[in-house]
């Protein structure tokens, strides 16, 4: 993208990003509070700025802090913890905004944040310490399965679309519950429908998993109301609060993803508040979902 580009992208966010938050806040889009926090942050990062790197950074936190679900995920995340107690808190490979925002929101709490994805977590170490958090954030790099704490080191984990990812989802959902300490709490999401599917990729995103025989990878599991069951809750229990947010009509979330992938940094990511809130809608179950949705949960270990 050359210069010339870049400035009438920012130009187009500085006017058209206002307009579509108004008009997602008129359709009761989730998350804009969570999105007015990552404005506030981000003008705040303009200031300290050291180099064109951390105004990228700024600008992605005030145009396009997060797409799709995330605006769902965070907000229901956000009210889970809004008085949370806690003081050790884990997070496993979640979208790294959400961590970082919690922890600038609560300054007693100490992080661990791990990723086994080497790349995305630098981006994530650096962001936090731009962020002014490295005093007390600690990053790992390791697969949920392989990282090396004492059983009930946490009083509070989250894992936000991740579980997906996983193939063998049981044994690292099991690690997880077995770092949480007793009166501990636990926020989850994953994508569902309302028939279980899995897909594979032809390209190795992360290069963490192997690919098949034939040539492709595991990439992410929906999970439907049998699965739910079997893979989540008969081995730590129902959720205290759960909540579903899922596209009104199928093929909806298909065709914005394909659109982001042909469009790349052109896609106008300040619209995804307004989709979220025209194409979007809560649900009773997910097997009233007409398509592709997610999930979201919180449990307490007693």
């Known amino acids: 993208m050359n ?20 008009l997602s806040y008129f359709m009761r889009t989730p998350g804009l509070r969570f999105r007015a926090e990552c404005v506030n942050i981000g003008l705040q990062l303009t200031k300290r700025m050291k180099d064109r790197r951390s105004l990228w ?8 802090p997060m797409d799709s679900t995330r605006y769902f995920e965070f907000d229901f995340a956000s009210q889970c913890l809004s008085t949370t107690s806690a003081h050790h808190y884990l997070d496993v490979a979640s979208p790294r905004l959400f961590p970082l ?9 100490i992080g661990t944040l791990i990723n086994p994805d080497v790349k995305d977590l630098e981006i994530t170490k650096t962001l936090g310490h731009d962020l002014g958090l490295a005093s007390r954030c ?10 090396a704490f004492l059983p009930t080191s946490f009083d509070l984990i989250t894992c936000i679309s991740v579980l997906e990812h996983i193939p063998d989802d049981v044994p690292a959902l099991l690690k997880i519950w077995s770092l949480l300490k007793p009166r501990g709490h636990f926020i989850l999401t994953v994508p569902c429908k309302s028939q279980q599917e899995e897909q594979y990729i032809s390209y190795n995103e992360y290069g963490i998993l192997s690919p098949g025989p034939n040539g492709y990878t595991f990439w992410q599991r929906y999970y439907d109301s049998s699965s739910l069951l079997t893979s989540i809750f008969n081995n730590i ?3 205290i609060r759960s909540a579903i947010y899922g596209e009104k009509k199928n093929g909806t979330f298909a065709a914005n993803a394909a659109l982001k992938r042909s469009l790349g940094p052109y896609y106008p990511f300040w619209k995804e508040p307004y989709l979220m809130g025209r194409d979007y809608r809560l649900y009773e179950s997910v097997d009233k979902l007409p398509g592709e949705g997610a999930i979201a949960m919180e449990f307490l270990k007693l």
């Open 3 to 22: 210069q010339i580009q870049s400035i009438l992208r920012l130009t187009k966010g500085l006017v058209l990003s206002p307009i579509y938050c108004a």
């Open 57 to 64: 950074s700024a600008y992605e936190l005030i145009f396009s």
């Open 101 to 109: 925002v919690f922890l600038i929101r609560h300054p007693k709490v």
């Open 138 to 147: 600690s990053f790992h790099s390791d697969l949920i399965e392989n990282i």
């Open 237 to 239: 229990g129902k959720p």
